[in-house]
Each structure stands twice: as structure tokens, then as C-alpha cells.
């Protein structure tokens, strides 16, 4: 009857933290973590993208990569693409000072943009597992009008698909300025993404704004470009390596379980060893 009791009370404190950890994954899941910089290639040409493989960094992507390391790592709540475009429809309004693409052609402002190309690199996957901490997302916009010399401020919010999922935001551009067509302005952002991204083939969106308006003025994504579809990517709380060497520490409810399986697996011993009566 003890044994009985011991391995009944070891099954309910085997499915208690069970039940914690998943809870505590799914509540981790709600909230995301990402760090993004901008690279300036100074009009070097990068490398041409060979498929979703690794590739070494060049001297602009290093010093890109050591300020990622500076940045404070803060989780956010997810936020599709869908949300955003209702918070700027929203915000149009004489309060926030975006206006709609009505007003600039009720200003007689005739220009028009595009995202004429974009890329994807992969560059740091600690565990060697094929799925990718870092990467970097690169883009050429284009303003295009009548006028010479053409030029806008813009900014891009760049967004990722689980496999199929809902876009949900994961960087939001500083304002930067495009010129005509030229072809030597390409804007890359370097990102590792930190938590809330489990191990799995992302999809790549960028929309373009202009500065001051509500609207996308154009957008380029992973049905236009296969180059954004289908990125091996996962954030670095499921991307490390230890060597047979390391003794590893689970924390949280998977370690209180070991903790409770070892003391009870103590009382069922000292029950098994106690003559009967």
C-alpha cells in the first residue's frame, strides 16, 4: 500500500510541473525578442546568395554584429500586420500628423515607389543545427517621378511567417532617404532574433512608408521573391551548444521536477527496503 501511495504521488507531481513548464512555454511564446541594426555597405558589392546557407560576414557585417551585442534585449508582445496598419489608419488624424496618400495627390505630389529587389543572408547558427540566431535582410527602394533628382524620406517595418503564419512585426526601420532609381543604395538590416521563436522556416515581408504618411507605399515579400521565402531560423533561447564537458542547468520547472523525482524516488526506496510487518 505505501509503494502504491509513493508511485501515485510521484505521477501527480510528474504531471504538475509537466503542466508548469508547458504553461510557462506557451506564456514565453506570447512575447518576443529581437535586435536589429542597420549596415552600410559603403558600396561594397556583397556576395550573391547561394541558397539558405551560412555565409562569413564581411568587414561592414562584423562591426554591424558587434553593436547587436550592445543593444538591450527587450520582449515585446506579438503584433501582426493586420494591428499596424489599424494603429496608423488610427492615428490619421491632425494629433499624430500622418496624413493618407489622398493628401499628397490632393497636394499635386505625383511620385511613385518600389521595392526593386531584396535578399537574405544567414549567418550565425551556434548548435549547427541549419537553423539560424542572426540574419540580415537587404532591400533596394526606389522613388520614381517626372522630376529630376527625386528624392523621399522613407522608413520600413520588416516582418516574419511561420510557416504560413501571420505576419507579426519584428523591426521597424530608422528613417532613412532614397534617391531616383540609383542602383548603389541598398538598406540592410542585421537582426538576432532572442526569444519567442521556435525552430522553424520563416517568410520574410517589407513594407515601405514615407515619412509623415499613413499608407504603404510599397511592399515585397516571399510570394514575389523566393530568396524571402522559407528562412531556417530560430531564436538564440533554443540556439546554443554545449560540449559533453559542460554540465548544462535547467532552470525553472523542469529543475523543482528533478528536485520532487528525486525525493520521491527516495521515499519509494525506504519503503521497498522496510520489512513488512
Not at 562569413?56 to 508582445?77: C, D, F, S, W, Y
Not at 511592399?219 to 531560423?233: A, C, F, R, W
Request: glycine share 6%.
Amino acid at each position: 500500500m505505501n509503494i502504491l501511495l509513493a508511485v501515485s504521488l510521484l505521477a501527480a507531481v510528474t504531471g504538475s510541473a509537466v503542466a508548469s513548464s508547458e504553461m510557462r512555454d506557451s506564456g514565453n511564446l506570447l512575447q518576443i525578442s529581437a535586435v536589429s541594426v542597420s549596415v552600410k555597405q559603403q558600396g561594397q558589392a556583397l556576395p550573391p546568395v547561394l541558397g539558405h546557407r551560412g555565409q562569413a560576414m564581411n568587414a561592414a557585417q562584423l562591426e554591424g554584429a558587434n553593436r547587436l551585442k550592445h543593444i538591450p534585449v527587450v520582449k515585446t508582445p506579438r503584433k501582426t500586420r493586420e494591428q499596424v496598419i489599424a494603429d496608423k489608419q488610427i492615428n490619421v488624424d491632425t494629433r499624430s500628423g500622418l496624413r493618407s496618400s489622398a493628401a499628397r495627390l490632393n497636394a499635386a505630389i505625383y511620385y511613385e515607389f518600389a521595392i526593386y529587389d531584396a535578399s537574405t543572408r544567414l549567418f550565425e547558427d551556434i548548435d549547427y543545427d541549419g537553423f539560424y540566431r542572426t540574419f540580415s535582410v537587404t532591400f533596394d527602394a526606389d522613388v520614381h517621378s517626372s522630376n529630376l533628382n527625386q528624392y523621399a524620406d522613407v522608413y520600413a517595418m520588416l516582418y516574419l511567417s511561420r510557416n504560413g503564419g501571420p505576419w507579426e512585426l519584428y523591426h521597424t526601420t530608422e528613417i532613412f532617404t532614397i534617391f531616383d532609381d540609383v542602383s548603389n543604395d541598398d538598406f540592410e538590416v542585421l537582426t538576432t532574433l532572442h526569444s519567442g521563436y521556435p525552430t522553424d522556416h520563416y517568410d520574410v515581408l517589407i513594407d515601405l512608408y514615407e515619412v509623415g504618411y499613413s499608407d504603404i507605399v510599397a511592399t515585397i515579400s516571399s510570394d514575389d521573391l523566393d530568396e524571402l521565402y522559407g528562412l531556417p531560423l530560430e531564436s538564440a533561447d533554443r540556439d546554443f551548444y554545449a560540449d559533453e564537458g559542460t554540465e548544462v542547468i535547467v532552470g525553472g520547472a523542469i529543475s523543482m521536477f528533478a528536485m520532487l523525482f528525486l525525493w520521491v524516488f527516495a521515499i519509494i526506496r525506504r519503503v521497498v527496503s522496510t520489512p513488512s510487518q
